[in-house]
Nanobody, 115 residues
């Protein structure tokens, strides 16, 4: 049973930075892709960033140039570096992994951007 555990969320002022971590219980190299999603109150869950097994990345337009997704296979961890945070980035951030045909989700970590 694969488990994904997020950490690193918290309260930050606008313009600040946070780094989220997603630790997997098994080898992340077995995943076809991993991703970060977020969900703000009253909104649908949206894709923020993806990283494939080969290291290719993709970002939502709203976070391009501010967020960076990366992975450390040895530590079985995926990261989301978030810079220049805005109040509209406030949401619960979820880690996602796909190992076809199975998918896995973490429990989420709250990010609040407020002065």
């Amino acid at each position: 049973q694969v488990q994904l555990v997020e950490s690193g969320g918290g309260l930050v002022t606008p313009g600040g930075s946070l780094r989220l971590s997603c630790a997997a219980s098994g080898s992340i190299f077995s995943f076809n892709a991993m991703a970060w999603y977020r969900q703000a109150p009253g909104n649908q869950r949206e894709l923020v960033a993806t990283i494939t097994r080969g290291g290719s990345t993709n970002y939502a337009d709203s976070v391009k140039g501010r967020f960076t997704v990366s992975r450390d296979n040895a530590k079985k961890t995926v990261y989301l570096q978030m810079n220049s945070l805005k109040p509209e980035d406030t949401a619960v951030y979820y880690c996602y992994a796909r190992s076809d045909p199975l998918t896995y989700w973490g429990q989420g970590t709250q990010v609040t951007v407020s002065s």
